[in-house]
């Protein structure tokens, strides 16, 4: 038996955490502290090493190197007692087809000795009206719902989400949040990875950025949204050569860079900087043959972290 966990302990640390497999390093000395009752976003393109970290901490792989503590607790000595507070929802669950709604939320509820009761679960995912549908017959959103309430059979204090509402239609999206919004205020804890900045943004309290194995960033999303040094981002593509140092000058800018042709300016007042903008196009001799403007994301901050959008692959 494993030292009794302080009931004040974060929910996940990991400490120089290091996976390789053969000479590809997918882990690289990772450091990351999730607290209690957060949801905690991690992004990353494929192949940036979420899902190998993902899978450490839900005890599926062992690391090359480093510690992971859940909720104080070690795998190496405390496997029995982690298990059962943990709920994680795949990407893709696939359950039996021909079991009911109902069946197989019975069959999940079984495998532990404490948890909701089915009712409880129906309601928690708005899928008692589905009770007696074959899995087979659920549309994605509802299949999503019903994966997330297998999860969360055993009342777990984590939940691991892994891309909840990968092509889900807009209103199932919102559904799945809400069920996020609920376990998060009665105290859980959720690691959630997703392709959807807006979804982020909406359900994160603190989020890292992830590439090449290591973190890049992280904090809330308005403190990474605040490292672009602008609130707006402009986006045009000119007929003339634009440098660097003659846009930095521009008045309110404060980053400049160049995706596949397309400029992006961080700026902080669009009304000082759009005027200059055509002003220096003009003085040029060009025109602009594309303009597009936006309050700044996370999503431009990923692209400035990686040089790729996150929906890139």
Request: proline share 5%; hydrophobic share 40%; charged share 25%.
């Amino acid at each position: 038996m494993g030292e009794i966990p302080e009931p004040t302990a974060p929910a996940i640390v990991c400490r120089g955490l290091h996976k390789r497999y053969g000479a590809l390093v997918a882990v690289k000395s990772l450091d990351l502290e999730i607290r209690r009752g957060e949801c905690f976003g991690l992004l990353g393109p494929n192949g940036a090493g979420k899902t190998t970290t993902i899978e450490i901490l839900e005890g599926l792989k062992a690391p090359n190197g480093g510690e992971v503590e859940i909720l104080g607790m070690r795998w190496d000595r405390d496997a029995r007692r982690i298990r059962p507070r943990l709920g994680i929802q795949l990407q893709e669950t696939r359950l039996t087809e021909k079991q009911t709604v109902e069946e197989a939320l019975r069959l999940f509820r079984s495998f532990y000795p404490a948890g909701p009761t089915v009712e409880e679960l129906l309601d928690r995912v708005q899928l008692r009206e589905k009770r007696r549908a074959y899995v087979r017959d659920l549309s994605g959103g509802q299949k999503q719902r019903l994966s997330v309430a297998c999860a969360l059979a055993g009342a777990p204090d984590i939940l691991f989400l892994d891309e909840p509402t990968t092509g889900l239609d807009p209103q199932s999206r919102r559904a799945l949040w809400e069920i996020c919004q609920d376990f998060l205020a009665g105290g859980g804890t959720i690691l959630l990875t997703t392709h959807f900045m807006d979804e982020a943004e909406k359900l994160s309290d603190r989020v890292a950025i992830m590439d090449h194995g290591e973190i890049l960033v992280q904090g809330t999303p308005a403190e990474l949204i605040g490292t672009l040094g602008g609130s707006h981002v402009i986006e045009f593509e000119p007929t003339v050569a634009l440098e660097t140092p003659a846009l930095e000058a521009l008045p309110g800018v404060r980053t400049h860079r160049i995706r596949n042709g397309t400029h992006l300016l961080a700026v902080e007042d669009l009304h000082r900087t759009l005027p200059a903008l055509f002003q220096l196009v003009d003085g040029k001799g060009g025109e602009l043959s594309a303009l597009h403007t936006h309050r700044a994301t996370l999503d431009d901050v990923f692209l400035a972290r990686t040089g790729r959008q996150l929906r890139d692959d």
